[in-house]
């Protein structure tokens, strides 16, 4: 029931305290002059030429659907731009192409030569070519469920697909600082569904080859959705959220309850191996590993708990979290895995673990002086590469930065940014 209160917050503000000076005076600023956060729609014809008749209808058509977008109370773009010339000591303001029906190739004309000299539009909603315009759309979903904030994406993905039908000769995408959330959370629902059960996977194959026993893969496999399952409901109670970052925790909580589940089966089985019984063999491996697994889950919970001092509330979560599900994992590696193995003991076949690590220490043994050598390589290369990695961490900052370069997002914001120049 505790995952049901689980919510993926993508919000950027999150990164910052409520009470951050800089935080409050960016509400502020909001409070009087509107919230920034917006979704773009980037239009870009086949032709690369923006004022043409088509072009222009679906400029209209969709800066009137898209106030229908939730939460939408301001549409910018090219067929509402407030135009304004004098006529000798008047003023005029109208819209650049007010009479939406009536297109000549005249009005198209001359509606292009303003456009270009207008500096209010180059470079927000026209790029230097008139070949990529854009409809901006802004929203305010601040102080609102997340539920807000995902009916305007799902509003405007629809809306795309409908322009797209409508015009195929159009290429529309989608992008700002609420598609930036969106994806954010789509990322997260992909990891979550693919990247995690993969690796899960992965390691369940290994530990299945190595340990020479299905039945030991499965019950770690047991352990580990009840590890997981039982601290996201622990931080669905607690009111926690996950974000960006702290959704990394049930990556880690999986790594670390493996971990502590093959410690406990390695001996087990050497045990059984041995021809000891199976409950006595229980009871020798839990014996053998409680007072290790336990303080390797010590230190690891105040390694990530050290994590609260940092001044960003996500990495405070993470740290918190994770600490979190490293105890859950542990007392279900010491207590729900002797339990299956009560009920359904494994057959001992042979430790690939064991052999190895005996095959291990014996060439560590033989090449002790080439080892030291090498280790000694790696820590130079490693330095180096640290000083590296910290030189360029300067230009790691953007909200860009956190994005594969293959993300439809980014690949749409490369797109506007080279468009613009």
Same mark, same amino acid.
């Given at each position: 029931? &505790? ?18 000076? $800089? ?16 979704? %773009? ?45 004098? *006529? ?48 901006? @759309?802004?929203?305010? =979903?601040? &102080?609102?469920? #997340? ?6 994406? $799902?509003? #405007? ?14 290429? *529309?995408?989608?992008? !700002?600082?609420? %598609? ?9 629902? $992909? ?16 530990? %299945?080859?190595?340990?020479?026993? #299905? ?6 496999? =047991? @352990? ?8 996201? &409901? ?14 990394? #925790? ?11 589940? =093959? ?39 105040? &390694? ?20 979190? !599900? ?7 590696? @010491? ?5 299956? /193995? ?11 673990? $064991? ?27 490693? @330095? ?27 690949? =749409?914001?490369?797109? /506007? ?5």
């Amino acid at each position: 029931m &505790g995952i049901n209160h689980v919510v993926f917050n993508a919000d950027y503000r999150e990164f910052f305290e409520i009470n951050d000076p $800089q935080r409050m005076k960016f509400d502020e600023i909001q409070d009087v002059f509107g919230s920034s956060d917006n979704i %773009m729609f980037l239009l870009v014809p086949a032709s690369r030429d923006v004022f043409t008749e088509e072009v222009f209808t679906a400029i209209h058509q969709l800066t009137e659907r898209a106030w229908q977008i939730p939460h939408s109370y301001r549409v910018d773009s090219l067929t509402n731009y407030q135009y304004s010339w004098s *006529v000798g000591d008047d003023l005029m303001v109208e819209d650049l192409l007010p009479d939406i029906d009536n297109l000549s190739f005249e009005r198209l004309a001359w509606a292009k030569e303003a456009a270009l000299s207008e500096p209010g539009l180059m470079g927000r909603l026209l790029n230097n070519e008139a070949s990529v315009t854009a409809v901006n @759309v802004l929203v305010n =979903v601040r &102080g609102k469920p #997340a539920s807000a904030e995902h009916n305007a994406v $799902q509003y #405007a993905y629809a809306l795309s697909e409908e322009l797209r039908r409508e015009y195929p000769q159009l290429d *529309v995408y989608l992008l !700002g600082e609420v %598609m930036a959330n969106a994806t954010f959370n789509e990322l997260y629902v $992909q990891d979550t569904t693919t990247l995690l059960p993969l690796m899960v996977l992965l390691i369940l194959l290994l530990a %299945m080859f190595a340990l020479k026993s #299905a039945v030991a893969s499965i019950h770690i496999l =047991v @352990v580990v959705i009840v590890s997981v399952t039982a601290s996201i &409901g622990l931080i669905g109670w607690l009111g926690g959220a996950l974000t960006s970052h702290s959704s990394a #925790a049930p990556i880690i909580i999986v790594t670390l309850a493996i971990a502590d589940c =093959v410690h406990l089966l390695t001996h087990y089985l050497r045990f059984r191996q041995e021809g000891i019984l199976n409950e006595d063999a229980i009871a020798k491996s839990v014996d053998r590993n409680a007072k290790a697994i336990f303080y390797t889950s010590l230190t690891t919970i105040i &390694g990530f708990l050290s994590l609260n001092a940092s001044d960003s509330p996500p990495f405070r979560d993470l740290g918190n979290f994770v600490a979190l !599900g490293v105890m859950m994992a542990f007392l279900f590696s @010491v207590l729900l895995l002797p339990l299956l /193995l009560m009920f359904f003991p494994c057959s001992p076949r042979g430790n690939l673990i $064991q052999i190895t690590w005996k095959a291990w220490i014996d060439m560590c043994h033989r090449n002790a002086r080439s080892i030291v050598a090498l280790t000694v390589m790696i820590l130079l290369g490693s @330095v180096y590469g640290l000083k590296k990695m910290i030189s360029t961490m300067t230009g790691l900052h953007t909200l860009m930065s956190l994005f594969l370069s293959d993300k439809p997002w980014i690949l =749409v914001n490369n797109t /506007l940014v080279a468009q613009r120049h």
